[in-house]
Nanobody, 125 residues
């Protein structure tokens, strides 16, 4: 499994940014996808996930209404559209793919996923 994330950068508070992650190595549509982040000095935390079937989405409370996760099975890609960014959104963002097919990625339990490399998002005030 290979997960290639891109799209991070330095933005100002209130700006928008779109992260992308391209996956390869397995049948993309069989696996849930997610985004996690690790802020400086903090544990890695769940941000959002989209299920393998029907595109059901789930979000951390801290990003609900501001971030949107989506997937394009034809392109083997998952996206995270981030709007109204805040300085506290500053983190390294990681793309993740469910380790097992046809299982959701939950923010309420330790993730059982493959990790991609991170992409830095920095939001200045």
């Amino acid at each position: 499994v290979q997960l290639q994330a891109s799209g991070g950068g330095l933005v100002q508070a209130g700006d928008s940014l779109r992260l992308s992650c391209e996956a390869s190595g397995r049948t993309f549509s069989d696996y849930s996808m997610g985004w996690f982040r690790r802020a400086p000095g903090k544990e890695r935390e769940f941000v959002a996930s989209v299920s393998w079937a029907y595109g059901r989405t789930s979000y951390a409370d801290s990003v609900k209404g501001r971030f949107t996760i989506s997937r394009d099975n034809a392109k083997n890609a998952v996206y995270l559209q981030m709007s109204s960014l805040k300085p506290e959104d500053t983190a390294v963002y990681y793309c993740a793919q469910g380790r097992y097919s046809r299982r959701d990625i939950s923010g309420r339990s330790p993730p059982v996923v493959f990790w991609g490399q991170g992409t830095q998002v920095t939001v200045s005030s």
